[in-house]
């Protein structure tokens, strides 16, 4: 290291180390995230983050899913519609929507590159677990249901049970669904947070939708 360097280095040490310092306090803060054990309060929080960034609400019944589905499917005009390669909603679509092709994620990226980024209309999956405080869905990626299935097609259809809502970030740590993901002994590559549709406003300060993933997000959520 050059003298000028070291000289540099050590007036910007000797700065730091005459700074005045805070005590320590081992006192916690005194802020909380937000909880609510009635499942009701914790359903229309979610509602309101979520329509507060722009995403789409459907409400339906435990018994129509399908129905649900379908129909925001054609009303949209939808023409192929990915699912993941497990999905027993994608055979649905396939007998009651003529005018949509429902396909599976079932190829590798580089098989799939063409259709999922420049053919694909819209991606559905099923949420297991969103976050009330933050109007959040939580989704681990994995073979089975791939990160670009979520992020790359221009609208994301995500199926939301109303029991699947904790309060906030620590409860989901604690919840089911943290434990099949498992967390606790080897833990997946992702976990995946979508609270609204992808926006930016890095240009001019104009906010502008999809620019870095799906520019509409459409939630069902089921009530049970």
């Known amino acids: 290291m050059k ?6 280095r050590a007036s910007i040490f000797a700065k730091l180390n005459a700074a005045p310092r ?3 306090s081992n006192e916690l803060p005194a802020w909380q995230a ?3 054990e009635n499942s009701q309060t914790r359903v229309e929080r979610l509602l309101g983050c979520m329509e507060a960034s722009h995403t789409e609400i459907i409400r339906t019944e435990k018994g129509s899913i399908e129905t649900a589905l379908t129909e925001c499917i054609q009303s949209n005009g939808f023409g192929k519609v990915l699912f993941s390669k497990n999905s027993p909603l994608k055979e649905a679509v396939a007998n009651q929507c003529p005018n949509a092709t429902a396909i599976k ?3 590798t990226m580089e098989a799939l590159k063409t259709t999922l980024f420049q053919e694909v209309d819209a991606s559905v999956n099923v949420i ?3 976050i009330a405080d933050t109007g959040t869905l939580a989704i681990v990626t ?3 249901e791939p990160r670009a299935l979520s992020l ?4 994301h259809i995500a199926i939301l049970h109303e029991s699947d809502i904790v309060s906030n970030f620590s409860e989901l740590m604690a919840s089911t669904f943290w434990k099949e993901a498992g967390w606790e002994t080897q833990p997946p590559t992702n976990l ?3 609270s609204g549709p992808s926006k930016t406003a890095d240009i001019q300060q104009t906010l502008a939708y999809g620019a870095h993933g799906p520019k509409r997000l459409i939630l069902i959520l089921v009530k049970e």
Do not use: C, M, R
Request: hydrophobic share 40%; glycine share 4%.
């Open 3 to 8: 003298a000028q360097s070291q000289q540099a």
């Open 22 to 24: 805070a005590p320590k």
């Open 34 to 36: 937000w909880s609510s």
């Open 105 to 107: 994620y079932d190829q």
């Open 128 to 130: 297991k677990a969103a």
């Open 142 to 144: 994995g073979e089975d």
């Open 152 to 155: 790359v097609p221009p609208v």
């Open 192 to 194: 995946v947070l979508v």
